[in-house]
């Protein structure tokens, strides 16, 4: 028996007891890819969402971004010797920005996937329906409904009740797709408590899952689901994971998929096989005594046809790059086309998040200031006069001003949700700094712990929302851990918010909380980093947000903690005169990076080490709205 056999024979092995209604069965879109169904798998449908719907050239800027900020996609598979290259953009958040901007026109945005609408089984389908007249289960990640056709034609009835179950929904349940877990606003807050129980209920009624043609990227729902699981939750079950592959077959050393590790850490035991899906479900036949796979069919996909107009991808690049935190290519196309609607209230949001990110805080300050006060966004316009103040470290006056707009924000959750961040960062920074910390202690006590529990009104507040809470519970952290005098107790919440934003596609935000993370590791305890590995770190930081187009990003390096160490006095200057800081900031802060810089200076010197540039720590950015 070859090699590739035995590793097969081997995987098919690990349910030699089990019996099929035992198995469930877990597919995502490599299953439909094969003729005659001939669906694109995940990357070729981005691919097709973008030169539907978006500008030219719009997919090839997003990779550049993508490049630049450090977002690479490696082989899974150790056999693979395809070389890491720029991430593409998340499928779902492109099919959002063009559902939005085509807002009239939806759903016939999902005209996109008619081809999966009408997408006709392929052998591996039939291996599932086989399974399911066996008694099994199948729940999948698709949209088609191909596992249902290939029972009914096997058997000419409908499939049974609850034995196929799609946990994004399907076009039977969704003709027009509006209730689909095709974009970001549907999925990113999770699945509802109900989908949730009915998927880890399928776990753990059965003894063993195989997984086939599963990326394993539903990072916002399925990964949430079981990481929200018991040590023990998943307990006795076996999961053999097949990663398709063409070459070899083998193991690979590590699981290459998070989602791996987190059933692996519930108490499942995972086993992950990377080759041919066929060849191991051929050998699981076998065993199960059904008939070997048919021969493959060629593929023969069908690009369905839609008419967008200039003006609607114009709209669907304006808010997809919106979406993606790329500051540099909003500017341009607000330059050249506008926002591609009639909405001042937008256009107005547009300019705030383009001076906060250049960090010309006067100017955004006088630009909400001089906005009529009785416009739809006029909590938007307090809050953000707030922000522009504590920006500047003007922060008694901003802690004035915020303050007084409480009364004004009573019954709107989502105006005091946002007005309460502000407030806590004011009072976070004032307790950092060494002449207003008596009054920060003093204001400490009047934060809550607990940040309110807000529910966003609509899909389009759902992406808001959910960086509103992440921004709010990372800065009450700090809060706490100032109250307490100790290291914050969730170290780990900026290395998730990272992930988070990472996944949305959310560039900027992605940025914001790897900043953080830098500041919460200095110092950690862990292995201290040499000033020429510190100073790298912060220039990738530093690269990074000034070629999404935020000086304001960039030029807060030199206030990181250990930056005194590796930025030189004119870089440290040139940082603080670049952004609308007040003066007396600017000297409050010279005044802390002078004798630090002057005793690393000293030390190295003493040691006979050339001194290299470096600056302090100072308060994490403020997230733009």
Same mark, same amino acid.
Request: contains cysteine; proline residues 7%; aromatic residues 8%.
């Given at each position: 028996?070859?090699?590739? =056999? ?34 694109? @798998? ?18 090839? +800027? ?16 150790? *056999? ?41 089984? =392929?052998?591996?389908? %039939? ?76 776990? &753990? $009624? ?19 689901? !079981? ?14 994971? !097949? ?18 590790? *987190?059933? +692996? ?9 990377? @080759? ?28 369905? #046809? ?25 500017? +341009? ?14 256009? +107005? ?9 250049? @960090?010309?805080?006067?100017?955004? $300050? ?12 006029? %909590?938007?316009? =307090? ?48 307790? &950092? ?6 009054? @920060? ?11 309110? !529990? ?10 808001? #929302? ?23 107790? #969730? ?50 930081? &530093?690269?990074? =947000? ?9 030029? &807060?390096? !030199? ?10 006095? #004119? ?7 670049? *952004? ?46």
């Amino acid at each position: 028996m070859s090699a590739r =056999n035995d590793v097969l024979a081997e995987a098919a092995a690990l349910l030699h007891d089990m019996a099929p209604h035992e198995v469930l069965l877990w597919s995502g879109a490599g299953l439909s890819v094969e003729g005659p169904t001939s669906l694109p @798998g995940g990357p070729d449908l981005t691919r097709r969402v973008f030169d539907a719907f978006f500008e030219d050239g719009a997919l090839a +800027r997003v990779l550049t971004y993508h490049q630049v900020v450090g977002l690479h996609t490696s082989p899974l598979c150790a *056999l693979d010797t395809t070389l890491p290259t720029a991430r593409l953009p998340r499928l779902e958040t492109a099919l959002d920005a063009a559902a939005r901007a085509r807002s009239e026109a939806f759903p016939d945005t999902f005209d996109i996937l008619d081809d999966v609408r009408n997408a006709v089984p =392929n052998r591996l389908h %039939h291996f599932a329906a086989r399974h399911i007249a066996l008694g099994g289960r199948h729940t999948t990640a698709n949209f088609d409904t191909c596992v249902e056709r290939a029972y009914e034609l096997q058997h000419d009835e409908t499939v049974p009740p609850d034995a196929v179950h799609h946990f994004h929904g399907s076009f039977a349940d969704s003709p027009d797709g509006k209730d689909l877990g095709a974009t970001l606003s549907r999925i990113e807050s999770g699945f509802p408590p109900r989908e949730a129980d009915t998927l880890t209920g399928l776990l &753990r $009624r059965h003894r063993a899952v195989i997984v086939i043609g599963y990326s394993g990227s539903d990072y916002f729902d399925v990964d949430r689901m !079981v990481a929200a699981l018991a040590p023990n939750g998943l307990q006795g079950l076996r999961v053999l994971w !097949v990663m398709h592959a063409n070459h070899r077959a083998h193991v690979p050393e590590a699981p290459p998929v998070p989602l791996q590790s *987190l059933l +692996r850490a519930a108490g499942a035991d995972v086993h992950v096989v990377c @080759g041919p899906t066929d060849a191991l479900l051929t050998e699981i036949a076998r065993g199960w005594g059904l008939p070997p796979l048919a021969a493959p069919r060629p593929r023969s996909p069908q690009e369905p #046809h839609l008419v967008v107009t200039a003006a609607e991808r114009h709209r669907a690049t304006f808010l997809l790059y919106r979406a993606l935190g790329m500051h540099r290519e909003v500017g +341009r196309l607000l330059r050249s086309g506008g926002t591609g609607a009639d909405d001042p209230v937008e256009l +107005r949001s547009v300019r705030s998040q383009l001076l906060w990110e250049a @960090g010309a805080w006067n100017s955004l $300050r006088r630009m909400w200031w001089r906005a009529p006060a009785d416009e739809p966004d006029q %909590h938007t316009r =307090n809050e953000r006069i707030g922000a522009c103040l504590w920006a500047q470290g003007r922060l008694l006056p901003a802690w004035w001003w915020l303050n007084g707009q409480r009364a004004a924000v009573e019954g709107n959750p989502q105006a005091a949700y946002a007005l309460e961040e502000t407030i806590s960062r004011v009072v976070e920074h004032m307790h &950092r700094t060494p002449d207003l910390r008596a009054i @920060g202690r003093r204001l400490l006590e009047r934060i809550p712990s607990d940040p309110p !529990v807000v529910t966003a009104s609509g899909d389009d507040d759902h992406d808001r #929302h959910e960086a509103a809470f992440r921004a709010l519970t990372d800065v009450r952290d700090s809060l706490d851990a100032l109250r307490r005098g100790a290291p914050r107790a #969730h170290d780990d919440h900026a290395r998730e918010s990272t992930t988070w934003f990472r996944e949305s596609g959310d560039l900027q935000g992605m940025l914001s909380y790897r900043h953080r993370a830098l500041r919460d590791a200095y110092g950690s305890g862990e292995t201290e980093p040499s000033d020429a590995e510190l100073r790298e770190r912060y220039d990738e930081l &530093r690269t990074a =947000n000034l070629f999404l187009g935020s000086p304001a990003g960039a030029y &807060r390096t !030199v206030l990181l903690p250990g930056a005194h160490r590796v930025y030189r006095l #004119h870089e440290f200057v040139f940082g603080l005169m670049a *952004l609308q800081y007040g003066w007396w900031h600017r000297f409050r802060l010279l005044a802390w990076y002078l004798p630090r810089r002057l005793r690393h200076w000293s030390t190295t010197r003493r040691r006979g080490v050339a001194g290299v540039p470096g600056e302090p720590d100072h308060v994490t950015r403020g997230r733009a709205r």
